[in-house]
């Protein structure tokens, strides 16, 4: 059930950088203990790194203004 919840809190977080002419990516490592497993980016639409998180929550607080 974790994943089901984990993917619909992704796509929401993608809609929310979309509507603000963001772009989120999600880094694509698969080992653990690399260091930017599990980071998510937040671009522009130009490509400039606006900001980055290793936590969904933490994304999502930062996307709806509670900086």
């Given amino acids: ?6 993917r619909a809190q992704e ?3 993608r809609r929310m950088a979309h ?3 963001l772009v989120l990516h999600k880094s694509r490592r698969r080992d653990p203990h690399a260091l930017d497993y ?5 671009d522009s639409a130009r490509g400039r790194v ?15 203004g509670e900086r």
């Fill in 1 to 6: 059930m974790t994943g089901k919840r984990d």
């Fill in 11 to 13: 796509m929401r977080l």
């Fill in 19 to 21: 509507r603000q002419g």
């Fill in 38 to 42: 599990g980071v998510i980016t937040i």
């Fill in 50 to 64: 606006i900001a980055t998180f290793r936590d969904p929550d933490a994304a999502e607080r930062w996307l709806r």
